[in-house]
């Protein structure tokens, strides 16, 4: 099992979640103010919802602890379609973020903004003119903020606290004819890593 060190509502925070086969779990922990989240369903790939429960459970314990009113949820409405790039447009960064993940997209997919990442395609909510949230089973309350040119167009995208810049993935420099040697499918067959080469780089996915 793995944690992620991070921070919520000024406290450092400790955390792991997880989906399998119907169910889901997440457990957020705040060492320093010794409170603790651990929340499971019945229910696959709703890692989304429980972080924002627990979320909501903490800030209100953290609050109630220090005299003060519960912590508002972060805004959010329907994006703006219009202003939101049709896609799908691709984002690298050379920096993997704390999810190992460097590269993304942005499209409209059934009526909806959204944010590719690790080809999972994750709704958007609105917070501002170029800045929105993750609303989805998936991944929930994470900001996302573009960055426009002089012309308009999205040049780049902060997501996970890492910059990715547009990249076309046409003009991407050819692979190492060495790498395929390295490419396939490794470990056990019901969790298998996937090593292939993609856009220029040698990308393992899980």
């Known amino acids: 099992i793995g944690f992620v060190?991070?921070?919520?509502?000024?406290?450092?925070?400790v955390e792991h979640s997880g989906a399998v086969y119907g169910f889901s779990s997440s457990f957020i922990c705040l060492p320093g103010a010794k409170l603790t989240a651990i929340i499971l369903t019945n229910?696959?790939?709703?890692?989304?919802?429980?972080r924002r429960l627990a979320g909501r459970l903490l800030g209100g314990a953290l609050a109630a602890r220090r005299g003060q009113a519960p912590p508002p949820e972060p805004?959010?409405?329907?994006?703006?379609?219009?202003?939101?790039?049709?896609?799908?447009?691709?984002?690298?960064?050379?920096?993997?973020?704390?999810?190992g993940?460097?590269?993304?997209?942005?499209r409209v997919q059934d009526g909806?903004?959204?944010i590719v990442v690790e080809g999972h395609p994750v709704r958007l909510a609105a917070s501002g003119d170029d800045a929105f949230i993750t609303r989805d089973r998936l991944l929930e309350g994470s900001p996302v903020a573009l960055e426009r040119g002089p012309g308009g167009g999205v040049t780049a995208v902060t997501f996970d606290k890492v910059r990715f810049a547009a990249f076309d993935p046409s003009k991407a420099p050819p692979a190492p004819g060495g790498w395929d040697a390295f490419t396939g499918d490794f470990g056990?067959?019901?969790?298998?890593?996937?090593v292939s080469v993609r856009e220029g780089?040698?990308?393992a996915e899980c």
């Open 5 to 13: 060190e991070g921070e919520r509502f000024g406290e450092r925070s």
């Open 75 to 99: 805004a959010g409405g329907p994006a703006d379609l219009a202003r939101f790039p049709a896609g799908p447009l691709v984002f690298r960064s050379d920096a993997a973020s704390g999810r």
């Open 43 to 50: 229910e696959d790939v709703a890692m989304g919802p429980l």
């Open 188 to 194: 056990p067959t019901y969790l298998p890593v996937k």
């Open 201 to 203: 780089r040698l990308v």
């Open 112 to 114: 909806q903004a959204v």
């Open 101 to 106: 993940t460097s590269r993304i997209e942005l």
